[in-house]
């Protein structure tokens, strides 16, 4: 049950990147991330109930939540158009929990899953990514953790899902561990250079204004004419008139 909300984690994720990238309208995003999350809320608490306290089941459906309200926060910030600190710092309590995970992949679950281990270690990552743009308002961040987003549902979300679903995860799991810890880190240095610093196009209204630039900053139309006629009657005035101009 677990690797079907996955699959659509993978779904959710891509869309939030484009998000960031500037390619998806914020509020058009909004009704995924909150399908999602609703998902991500009723699986982990179907699996505690029905687990017949076996605590590995339990352990394992603990994640989940962490996932599940982090869209259901996104897509609340997103119609409401809710300031994005209070998800980034939630954020930051995720990136956290997701180290914990990852290790507990690599040496606590029996079996351990080291390609796993590698898939929290990037989710703690991008969580990370997402405190740095919406709890610390590193503007510049946000077209870089969009391209980490898309590649972290594809790769790290719907893959696996699919993996899992088809019963071939378990065949492939240290050649997956391999892969996913060059891929991963490649894109995590690789595409920083080229997106770090660029302008962002769109950002939703839980993140920051592109440049940190408010509303009241942008000039009106109304502004720029009264500064062109203010200019225009200036010059028509004979040097040393000293007459102030009309203010339309």
């Known amino acids: 049950m677990g690797s079907v909300g996955l699959l659509y984690v993978g779904a959710v994720l891509a869309v939030n990147g484009l998000m960031l990238l500037g390619r998806v309208e914020p509020r058009a995003a909004a009704p995924l991330n909150l399908f999602v999350g609703a998902l991500q809320v009723v699986t982990p608490t179907y699996l505690i109930f029905t687990a017949g306290g076996d605590a590995a089941i339990t352990l394992n459906a603990s994640g989940l939540y962490l996932f599940g309200f982090t869209y259901l926060y996104v897509g609340i910030n997103l119609l409401a158009g809710l300031d994005g600190t209070g998800l980034g710092w939630f954020s930051a309590f995720v ?17 351990t899953d080291a390609a796993f281990g590698v898939i929290w270690l990037y989710w703690a990552a991008l969580w990370g990514l997402f405190f740095l743009v919406l709890g610390l308002k590193r503007e510049e961040l946000t077209r870089y953790t969009g391209a980490i987003a898309l590649i972290a549902g594809l790769l790290t979300a719907a893959v696996p899902a699919f993996m899992l679903l088809t019963g071939v995860w378990d065949d492939y799991i240290g050649l997956s561990a391999v892969v996913l810890a ?7 240095v690789l595409l920083y250079g080229p997106l770090h ?14 440049g940190g630039a408010g509303a009241a900053e942008v000039p009106s139309a109304r502004q720029y004419a009264v500064r062109d006629n203010v200019a225009g009657e200036a010059a028509d ?8 101009p009309r203010q339309g």
Do not use: M, T
């Open 182 to 188: 060059v891929v991963c880190a490649a894109s995590l």
């Open 95 to 111: 990136a956290a929990c997701a180290l914990v995970f990852s290790g507990l992949n690599f040496w606590y679950v029996q079996p």
């Open 197 to 210: 610093g660029r302008p962002e196009p769109a950002v939703p209204p839980s993140a920051p204004a592109p």
């Open 237 to 244: 005035r004979p040097a040393g008139s000293g007459a102030p």
